[in-house]
């Protein structure tokens, strides 16, 4: 058995004091609120998928991609899946805030940014409308980070030349390049650099042009070199900040100038590589804008200045001092069916980019306060006589309407609510191209009241009624390309160009064919192999997903993140805790995740007695769940000696919620 130190969890509630009052309260009932704040639809954050880094835009994330998160804590920034992604309406006014070329954000009010002040460089976190209320001309914008990365078998000397040829090589062949140069200094830079790792060259110099120097290198000898291009390679935004401080350096030395004091400039005609260098300049402790120049001539391409500060230069403000504050501060009103996002992440922040400005910003990371919550009352719990603390905790997270009709093999068109346990329903295997009738794995019902989207066209014969969770087969048309087919959630479909599969045709939706609709009433799905089924509701028949599990989904991976010593039981969908307390009690602790998208589980409801109970994303959980476990809350049992005192029993009885805001006629609120 392991022993459990608390400190091992680290968790930091000077980033989160509302997740700190939420942790140290004992009320019975009680319940967070997020998410902690989202960005507008072109906030860009830096992707990691399929290999390859690039900026994206937020709306644009897709499941399974590797993000650049940062730990305030030891300044350090990594790639790692988040644990949430955040897509919800914006109802507030946007805050548009605005410092130097180095800031700029439009934000929602409860969005929260770590900041250091003139003081002081350790790392605070608030929201920016509590930022703005107290004054917000001290606070410094975190915009500098380090990365441990990798060296991809390179040292200082390589990623030097890899500068040079950057700035002043033309590739001949995978393994030839050349330089032509007319500077001296840079004449006698080359071979310094040449002499220093042993690249064989040869060096060439015209009658008809005597300044010209060129310089023909052999690479061969250097597998790290063969396969260059003028671009920076890619993988190099995972290089370490200490050689990225050596390509940064070095670069200023051929295609950059040196201004007045800090002002240090690089130039490209490469996009990706004004990037990157902005980049690496925030990798290695400076700070860097990007400047686009276009020039008249059509046969000129565009240029591209960066401006990279010195290290340890004046720190970025959130506003511009100089500036009227209706100019660094205003408010925008969303506009109609405007969305806002985020993410959440293991460490509470992640990098951002918003109009060329590159810097830290924080997360949504209600969920993880829960999870530390729980573990404090697990810890808590009084010892049985034989010094064990027991618990037991059930975590609970909440498709078609009741008038969606599914494809039988034996009965043809069936409503959901109809289907018998015996019938076999459509799947669509993509790998053949074949509907296959099957028995359902589970079926999925149970009673919800909130949004709906309706994706509705008569012309079309297109008719669909789901959750706004609910994952769709489709089809999207990003530019003027369309996706391969696959599975993305309805709110993020929503008023987009995309395609469904119906049959042998295809039908393509627009903007007016999505609404949002209130709906009270029974919801219902299947689990198939395939996760695609062909469903129909007042029109042509489509393939659309099964439910999908959230709680694998997002719910999990935040235990999973935080509760790394826990033990899974797959086919009993629960966690395991046991360990040794530093006052030799044991602690014994099962944590039951149940979905309602399992009969099973929702069945078992009924019969559990629980010590507490997590409602994740609660405003999708009908109030009877919510009753049902109030009723439950009796583990561990009272036991009391014969005078009726207590000898033994539960520390702590209660249910934590978290959700995102709902409106007011919602059962939590009333």
């Not at 009673?447 to 309706?454: D, E, F, P």
């Not at 469903?535 to 042509?540: A, H, L, M, S």
């Not at 009723?631 to 959700?659: A, F, Q, S």
């Amino acid at each position: 058995m392991r022993d459990f130190v608390a400190n091992e969890i680290p968790y930091n509630f000077n980033d989160v004091p509302t997740i700190k009052k939420f942790y140290l309260s004992n009320k019975k009932i009680r319940a967070i609120v997020g998410p902690f704040g989202c960005y507008i639809s072109d906030c860009e954050y830096l992707s990691f998928s399929d290999g390859e880094y690039r900026w994206k835009k937020i709306k644009d994330y897709q499941e399974g991609e590797k993000i650049a998160v940062y730990d305030l804590k030891t300044k350090e920034l990594r790639f790692e899946k988040p644990l949430a992604y955040v897509k919800l309406p914006m109802q507030d006014d946007w805050i548009h805030i605005r410092g130097s070329k180095f800031f700029e954000a439009i934000v929602s009010p409860e969005h929260v940014f770590p900041y250091t002040t003139p003081h002081s460089d350790e790392s605070k976190a608030k929201p920016i409308s509590e930022l703005i209320r107290r004054g917000i001309t001290n606070a410094r914008v975190v915009n500098t980070f380090h990365i441990r990365g990798e060296t991809f078998d390179l040292d200082e000397w390589l990623v030097r030349f890899i500068a040079m040829l950057s700035a002043d090589g033309h590739k001949l062949s995978e393994s030839k390049w050349q330089v032509c140069l007319r500077k001296r200094r840079k004449i006698e830079r080359l071979e310094f650099l040449c002499r220093k790792i042993g690249v064989p060259y040869s060096r060439k110099v015209y009658d008809s042009r005597p300044t010209e120097n060129i310089f023909t290198l052999d690479l061969s000898s250097y597998p790290q070199l063969v396969g260059l291009t003028k671009k920076f390679p890619n993988h190099f935004y995972n290089l370490s900040s200490d050689l990225l401080d050596v390509l940064v350096d070095e670069i200023l030395h051929w295609d950059g100038c040196f201004y007045n004091g800090n002002d240090r400039r690089y130039f490209t005609t490469i996009k990706e590589n004004a990037e990157f260098i902005q980049y690496a300049s925030h990798a290695t402790g400076r700070r860097a804008s990007i400047l686009k120049v276009s020039y008249p001539k059509d046969n000129w391409k565009d240029g591209y200045i960066v401006h990279i500060s010195g290290k340890g230069n004046k720190k970025t403000c959130f506003i511009d001092k100089d500036a009227p504050k209706h100019e660094s501060i205003r408010y925008i009103p969303p506009k109609e069916g405007e969305f806002k996002y985020c993410f959440t992440t293991s460490t509470g922040f992640f990098l951002v980019r918003f109009n060329g400005a590159i810097y830290i910003s924080g997360n949504s990371g209600k969920s993880s306060g829960c999870v530390i919550t729980l573990l404090r009352h697990t810890c808590e719990q009084m010892p049985d006589p034989y010094g064990v603390r027991r618990t037991r905790f059930v975590i609970i997270r909440n498709c078609y309407s009741d008038d969606t009709e599914i494809l039988t093999e034996k009965r043809g068109w069936v409503l959901f609510k109809d289907l018998l346990p015996d019938d076999k329903v459509a799947q669509y295997n993509p790998a053949s191209g074949d509907i296959e009738f099957v028995r359902p794995t589970y079926y999925y019902h149970a009673y919800y009241a909130g949004k709906m989207i309706w994706i509705h066209s008569a012309l079309k014969g297109l008719d669909l009624l789901v959750t706004p969770d609910h994952k769709l087969y489709v089809s999207v048309c990003e530019g003027n390309k369309w996706s391969p087919y696959k599975f993305v959630t309805a709110k993020d479909c929503y008023g987009k160009k995309v395609a469904f599969m119906s049959y042998m045709e295809e039908l393509i939706t627009d903007q007016s064919d999505w609404f949002v609709r209130d709906y009270k009433g029974m919801v219902y799905c299947v689990e198939v192999p395939t996760h695609i089924v062909l469903v129909r509701r007042n029109g042509k028949p489509v393939l659309c997903s099964q439910t999908y599990r959230m709680l694998r989904d997002t719910t999990k991976k935040t235990i999973d993140h935080w509760l790394r010593f826990a033990e899974w039981k797959e086919s009993e969908f629960k966690y395991i805790l046991r360990f040794r307390l530093p006052d030799n009690t044991i602690v014994e602790s099962e944590w039951l995740l149940r979905a309602l998208d399992r009969p099973e589980h929702i069945a078992n409801l009924y019969s559990l007695e629980v010590t507490g109970a997590w409602l994740n994303e609660a405003k999708e959980i009908p109030k009877e769940i919510f009753d049902t476990i109030e009723g439950r809350l009796r583990y561990p049992p009272t036991v009391r000696d014969e005078k009726g005192n207590v000898i033994y029993g539960p520390t702590w009885l209660g249910i934590l919620l978290d959700t995102n805001p709902s409106d007011t006629i919602y059962w939590l609120y009333q």
